[in-house]
């Protein structure tokens, strides 16, 4: 059986051989790490994002690579999933985006600061993290036996407006594509008019107070053209 | 209770419990606001409740082994404390230092990494603080006569564990070398150094309690944390997956965290070992039931849960997710709040000179506890699997998903309960002790060595 001297030289020595070997993988991670992490990227604007969202705990809440408090939704690929538009109004107000559920806090951020969160959440999004996160592998269609029911709408007739698919999409779905926070919109042409969907993007709470929908900063073109949409879809 | 200057160890304990109950009331607040029940989200939201319940479990934590070392270390050098005055002073500039940080979170002042949200200032005034206490200690063991494994063991876990805590002090650019060095921190901590402390204490628990001869204890003391440093320094590698660093972290991580349950499985058998092998009881029970829990407990909890997500190519999927969080408390528990819980449940009856361990109260603490820790760590296993496969493999709404796993959390509020009543009987007990007295002094409650 092992003697105490023997049962040491055990302890020393396995200690000092893979701290060595840890300290050599250090130094050659440390080699790569820019070109993994496109450090060429970095610019100011990441920078001060990161101590922004370092100045805020924000892993507090959220998760980034994987790390955090898992009580709000991974930011890795936030940037490609919903856009740097949606994002940037989000901000504004998290709560008025997705009224009733878990809460975020309103940091009144200005445009420059939301700017700095999103360039860095964007050069974050862009590192090689070995394929991670992983894409969804038993897709839904897959496990649904009956075909999904045939939504009609005439989607096909006109194109999606930018800011439609950068905002409204979050909450609304079109032919069955899109969030279910809001009801989905396939139809809405045949029920309002588009004075009544122009005044309602202008100021839904005027129309219906207490409402959950937020009003989203939209320029009077970019506005005719969701009304325009909108009115397409019966 | 052998030496006066033990005494300083009460108040150490006292304070753990303090911090504990407070680390239970921000528990609670996050499990309410998982369930709905945000009503406090103005005044502390979550990332606010979050930091406070991590660092008030380290804070606690290190603080049961700052007071563990100083019962020990003059009890094993067979000489007074360097210096009481200085533990003192430690103690109280500890819980300043502590308390300007958490009243800093509510006020949005933090640093933001994980675990480490303590703010810089208050880093520099962490580590003098640790610094003095190293010097006590150390002080104590070079002008003792007396040399002992355990002693050493536990004083080289102390003193890692100080230096450890500077690479998260270096600012990176880069966010993934940022997570890099913060994980020396973290994970060198608890899957390495911090188990030397673990063994160092354990082992001198089981000196005392069990009556083995100290020769025995201490060779597996060193097969024990020689097992945790060849599979937990390399283990490091199931942090450095996905954060942007080389694909062999995949392999090197993979293999050596398969490892890591063999240093807790090292740790349980030899713990479980010594028991069958004592040579008389030790009347102390509680003491010995929270030894033999925290060895048995930590191997189920670092070991086999860890171990149960930390391979590739699970971990891809559950990485980020509430298994994670599920994983984080039943290790923690077993592995460092249970030993810190029975360092205390044994040094009581010594620092007082009162037996309450014959009483039902230190077994219901136990058990209400225990079962209470498995109940949560169960609502959170079945709430991350389910999170996992409807977020990850099917790709629903992160938001619907925590709809659909709402209920779990009800669960788990219900099992905290439990383990608040466990925690409640034993800090009554802990009460109930009254001060150290000298009365007790020269004198230890039914020791076999």
């Known amino acids: 059986m092992l003697s105490k001297s023997q049962a040491r030289a055990f302890f020393l020595g396995g200690t000092f051989l893979f701290s060595a070997i840890f300290v050599f993988l250090t130094v050659d991670t440390l080699r790569q790490t820019d070109s993994r992490t496109n450090a060429q990227n970095i610019t100011e604007d990441v920078l001060k994002g990161k101590e922004i969202w370092e100045k805020n705990n924000c892993m507090g809440c959220h998760t980034l690579l994987g790390e955090g408090a898992y009580y709000a939704p991974d930011l890795t690929k936030v940037v490609e999933r919903r856009g740097a538009t949606w994002i940037d109004v989000f901000l504004d107000d998290p709560q008025a985006m997705f009224p009733g559920e878990r809460k975020m806090v309103k940091y009144n951020f200005t445009k420059e600061e939301k700017g700095q969160v999103i360039a860095f959440l964007d050069w974050v999004g862009k590192i090689d993290a070995n394929g991670w996160p992983p894409k969804p592998n038993i897709p839904i269609d897959s496990i649904v036996t009956s075909p999904a029911p045939q939504i009609k709408s005439n989607v096909v007739a006109l194109s999606q407006p930018e800011k439609f698919s950068q905002l409204c999409v979050a909450c609304h779905a079109v032919g069955g594509k899109g969030g279910n926070v809001g009801p989905a919109l396939d139809h809405v042409g045949s029920k309002f008019d588009s004075d009544y969907l122009n005044r309602w993007l202008s100021d839904p709470q005027a129309i219906k107070p207490g409402t959950n929908m937020p009003k989203l900063p939209l320029t009077d073109p970019e506005r005719k053209d969701i009304v325009t949409y909108l009115s397409a879809l019966k | 209770m052998r030496f006066q200057s033990q005494k300083v160890a009460y108040w150490f304990f006292a304070t753990c419990m303090l911090l504990l109950s407070l680390q239970i009331v921000y528990g609670f607040i996050m499990g309410f606001a998982r369930i709905g029940m945000d009503g406090l989200h103005d005044y502390i ?107 050493l063991v536990l004083f080289f876990g102390l003193l890692c564990a100080a230096l450890l805590y500077l690479p998260g002090m270096i600012y990176f650019d880069n966010q993934t070398l940022d997570s890099y060095f913060r994980w020396w921190v973290v994970h060198l901590w608890v899957e390495g150094v911090w188990e030397l402390i673990m063994g160092g204490i354990l082992a001198f628990l089981l000196i005392k309690l069990t009556g083995v001869d100290r020769e025995v204890i201490e060779k597996w003391l060193y097969v024990v944390v020689g097992l945790t440093f060849l599979s937990g320094i390399l283990g490091t590698g199931h942090h450095y997956y996905w954060i942007g660093t080389p694909k062999y972290w995949l392999m090197v991580g993979g293999i050596f965290s398969a490892l890591e349950p063999l240093a807790f499985l090292g740790m349980a058998i030899w713990a479980l070992n010594m028991y069958r092998k004592k040579g008389k009881n030790h009347p102390n029970k509680i003491a010995l039931y929270w030894t033999l829990g925290s060895a048995m407990m930590s191997f189920i909890g670092a070991g086999f849960l860890g171990f149960a997500h930390t391979w590739p190519a699970v971990n891809q999927w559950t990485h980020g997710t509430l298994i994670t969080a599920m994983h984080g408390h039943l290790a923690f528990w077993g592995a460092y709040a249970m030993l810190v819980l029975a360092v205390i449940s044994y040094a009581m009856p010594n620092l007082t000179g009162r037996k309450l361990f014959t009483g039902m109260s230190g077994y219901l603490a136990f058990w209400a506890s225990n079962i209470g820790m498995l109940g949560m760590t169960g609502a959170l296993a079945v709430a991350g699997i389910a999170q996992v496969y409807l977020e990850r493999k099917l790709g629903m709404d992160f938001l619907v998903v925590q709809k659909e796993i709402e209920f779990h959390f009800v669960g788990m509020l219900l099992a905290a309960t439990l383990f608040t009543v466990g925690i409640t009987y034993f800090i009554v007990d802990f009460i109930r002790h009254g001060l150290p007295s000298n009365e007790a002094l020269g004198k230890n409650v039914g020791d076999l060595d």
Do not use: C
């Open chain 2, 45 to 151: 939201p979550f990332n606010t409740a979050r930091a406070t319940h991590t660092n008030l479990l380290v804070v606690w934590l290190l603080t049961g082994f700052m007071g563990a070392a100083y019962y020990i270390i003059p009890e094993e050098s067979d000489r007074e404390l360097y210096s009481v005055k200085l533990a003192y002073i430690q103690l109280i500039s500890w819980v300043v230092v502590g308390v300007i940080a958490i009243i800093g979170f509510h006020f949005n002042w933090w640093e933001g990494r994980k675990f480490l949200e303590i703010p810089r200032p208050l880093d520099y005034l962490v580590v003098v603080n640790v610094l003095t206490f190293l010097f006590n200690i150390a002080m104590t063991i070079w002008e003792a006569k007396k040399r002992s494994t355990t002693q």
